[in-house]
């Protein structure tokens, strides 16, 4: 066979290539953007921008970061999942949180066969802290004291449907009547409680209520997570304390179903060699959320089984006012 056929032929099959592919090769040739289904200074929000900023050498693309909170991060889950399956948008945070929240709140729950898991970040704990000026310093202090005043304790939550279920449950379990109020984040949940607007609220570890207490402003009450905290090493958790359900925040990256396989693997890799810069594991430490790579697949396990075990935590509750 003579040279010219081989090359018609050559060319005939590098046409024959799937699109999808032929993208993926080149993907990305233009900004990307990711969503946090957050409000703007929670961990979810201030993670997610330390992470990506990295993504701009790792891939050639700025990340553009939008805040969409709202419904414990159904509202901005939602806008992921529905996004074109090209590889541009993706979300970022608390992905369990926001898969659990439509257990909790009542609403349509998402169909997680139409996510693509990229991978997890780190695993956050979830903390009480009161503030300085009650007349509470520890746990039993504080259960004392809620018993005595009923309906007069405001107790704030940052964010998290499943985090403020699980802090209604050990209310529950003691006889506590406490007006629960629900902030878009721990950002705007930290600045309620240092501000005075609530006597307690809980947050997870990194955000601004969580650096208060490393410096003494706040007092830690309780851990509602079975992982200790470094900073806070005699801190009790829930289930050290005999209450029926703890929680964790899987924090990781998702993208709508469809995207090539090839994109998601490259998305993959970005946040897996991000998180292996020096760097970042300091910075990230030090903020309270130590970063932990998981892999696509394991991540997305991990987020399964979260949604698994909330039908029992909902039933607990639900007479909780």
């Known amino acids: ?104 709140l009542n609403s349509q729950p998402f169909d997680l066969n139409k996510a693509l898991f990229i991978g997890g970040f780190c695993v956050q704990a979830r903390i009480v802290w009161a503030r300085l000026d009650m007349p509470y310093k520890t746990w039993p202090e504080f259960v004392e004291y809620g018993k005595k005043n009923p309906g007069k304790i405001s107790a704030g939550s940052g964010g998290s449907q499943l985090a403020l279920d699980v802090f209604r449950s050990v209310a529950k379990k003691e006889g506590l009547k406490l007006n629960f109020v629900m902030f878009k984040s721990g950002g705007e949940a930290s600045t309620a409680l240092l501000g005075g607007h609530v006597d307690l609220c809980e947050t997870g570890t990194g955000t601004p209520a969580y650096q208060a207490a490393r410096q003494g402003k706040l007092i830690p009450l309780i851990c509602l997570s079975p992982i200790p905290d470094p900073n806070f090493p005699n801190l009790k958790g829930v289930l050290d304390l005999g209450y029926p359900f703890s929680m964790t925040s899987d924090y990781g990256m998702v993208m709508p179903k469809g995207v090539p396989e090839p994109i998601r693997a490259k998305l993959e890799k970005a946040l897996r060699d991000t998180l292996q810069e020096k760097g970042v594991q300091t910075t990230m430490s030090t903020m309270g959320f130590p970063p932990r790579f998981t892999p696509g697949k394991d991540f997305e396990a991990m987020v399964r089984k979260a949604v698994a075990d909330i039908p029992k935590l909902s039933a607990y509750v639900k007479d909780v006012e």
Request: glycine residues 14%.
């Open 1 to 104: 066979m003579s040279r010219k056929p081989l090359i018609v032929l050559l060319l005939l099959c590098l046409g024959a290539l799937p699109a999808g592919l032929a993208q993926s090769a080149e993907w990305p040739t233009k900004p990307l953007t990711v969503i946090v289904a957050w409000a703007p200074g929670g961990m979810s929000d201030v993670s997610t921008r330390m992470i990506v900023e990295k993504f701009k050498d790792k891939l050639g693309q700025p990340v553009m970061v939008i805040n969409q909170g709202g419904a414990g991060g159904i509202t901005g889950m939602r806008a992921v999942l529905s996004a074109p399956p090209d590889g541009y948008t993706f979300g970022s945070g608390g992905i369990s949180s926001a898969f659990q929240a439509p257990f909790l």
